[in-house]
């Protein structure tokens, strides 16, 4: 269990809690998430991390409700908002919470824009939509949004369309359309992926302020953990549908705890080290369809011993905050492979 961590009295604003997600396809089960735990609290930043495929965007999209179901099932698991299990709220309940109270910025969000429309008709239909406002306030409201989201010149380029925007923009307008309603929990599925590098660290330090604004929680899903040890609080590392570390962001950062950990640590370009060859994680992520018995990172791992293929690792509570999926923990921490 992670030690409860306040705000909402025992509860965390939101609580993934051993959920599990499968796709029934015709070649089988993909087991996608198996047995995910994370929280989130107010005016906190969780990154989920991990290679792709590891589950973390079905992750998103369970607590989202947007699982086509079926192929996807929900065999087990919670999902808690305040303290409420979302997956059996009625079908109005939830649509109050998800989209609204919780809202999410999607991975391909660049393309979602709809290029016959001006940008600020489509901020300005969340207001119309879901708060039954008149298109002229609507539009009002969707220049202070556009503002908020530094936007320059917001006034008169409300009625550009989304091809006139660079690409760090139009991810500011889908970053406004996310916060339109003022949700408790954002979140943002590789939101800077698509970016140059310069507009990727503006972007996260743009979820960042809004953030401390608004006190919003704020999951940050990525695969890349150079871009959030400046925003992060805490990590979840993911591999293959589990969570195989949990920290603190600069708990990780010192030492990793889990071999999967230290090898994206040592994947990550370094500016004192241009040239080098960089560290990638040996093999393959595994197939979902048939995971390897024991630890799933056993085939890949350098820390790997005789019980590793046999017997699934807990998530070991190393420390009050810190919790590790290895039987061989102690060896990452202390380094010597
Ligand atoms: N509709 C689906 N049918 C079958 N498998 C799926 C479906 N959606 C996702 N998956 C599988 O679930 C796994 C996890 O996907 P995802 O959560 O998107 O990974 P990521 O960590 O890159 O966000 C992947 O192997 C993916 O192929
Ligand atoms: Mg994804």
Redesign the pocket.
Known sequence: MLPVEGGLGNEPLLAVDNLHVE?H?RAGI?R??NGVSYTVNPGETLAVL????????????AIMGI??MP??RIPKGEIRFKGTDVLKLSEEARTQVRGQRIAMIF?DALSALNPVFTVGWQISEMFRVHRGMSKGDAMKKAVELMDRVRIPAARQRVNDYPHQFSGGMRQRIMIAMSIALDPEVLIA??PTTALDVTVQAQIMELLAELQRESQMGLIL?T?DLGVVADVADKIAV?YA?RIVENAPVHDIYRVPAHPYTKGLLESIPRVDQKGQDLYAIKGLPPN?LELPSGCSFNPRCPYRQGNCETDVPPLHQISGTRGSACHYWREVLDGDR
């Open positions: 796709f396809t993909v996608a998430v991990g290679e792709s495929g590891s589950g973390k965007s079905v992750t998103a999209q699982l086509d192929p996807a991975q599925d590789e899903i695969h993911m549908g979902l």
